[in-house]
C-alpha cells in the first residue's frame, strides 16, 4: 500500500495530556487543539518524507524504513528513531518514551502517539 498522498486531521484523542507529557507549554496545546493539522506524504519504495503542517508551524521529516534517522518532534527536537513497517499499511516508531503509530485505511491516515516510560524501544 502506497501513503502517498495529502491528509488533513480529522479528530485528536488524548491531546492534552499526550501534550503534557512530552513537554509543550501549556499556552501552545491550548493553541494547538483546535488547529487541523495537514500531513503530506510522499513515498517512493521503502523511502518516505512527511511534512506536517499545523498553524504556521511546519516538520518535515525524511526517513527510509528499517534505516536509523533523524526527526524532528513537536516540540522542536531532533531525536533518533528507526521506523519500521507492520503489514502493509501501518508505520511504527519508538523513540525517547513515546510511540507513535500511523495507519492508512483507504484514503484515511489515523495517527495515534503515547507516552509511557515502559516503551521497548523499536528493534
Not at 486531521?9 to 488547529?35: C, H, T, V, Y
Not at 517512493?44 to 521529516?61: A, D, P, Q, R, Y
Not at 524504513?65 to 528507526?82: H, N, P, S
Request: aromatic residues 6%.
Amino acid at each position: 500500500m502506497n501513503f502517498t498522498g495529502k491528509y488533513q486531521l480529522q479528530s485528536q484523542e488524548n491531546f492534552e495530556p499526550f501534550m503534557k507529557a512530552i513537554g509543550l507549554p501549556d499556552e501552545l496545546i491550548q493553541k494547538g487543539k483546535d488547529i487541523k493539522g495537514v500531513s503530506e506524504i510522499v513515498q517512493n519504495g521503502k523511502h518516505f518524507k512527511l511534512t506536517i503542517t499545523t498553524g504556521s508551524k511546519v516538520i518535515s521529516n525524511e526517513f527510509t524504513l528499517g534505516e536509523e534517522c533523524e526527526l524532528e518532534t513537536m516540540t522542536g527536537e531532533k531525536v533518533k528513531a528507526v521506523v519500521q513497517m507492520e503489514g502493509d499499511n501501518k508505520l511504527v516508531t519508538t523513540f525517547k518514551n513515546i510511540k507513535s503509530e500511523t495507519e492508512l485505511n483507504g484514503d484515511i491516515i489515523t495517527s495515534v502517539s503515547w507516552c509511557s516510560e515502559r516503551v521497548a524501544p523499536s528493534a
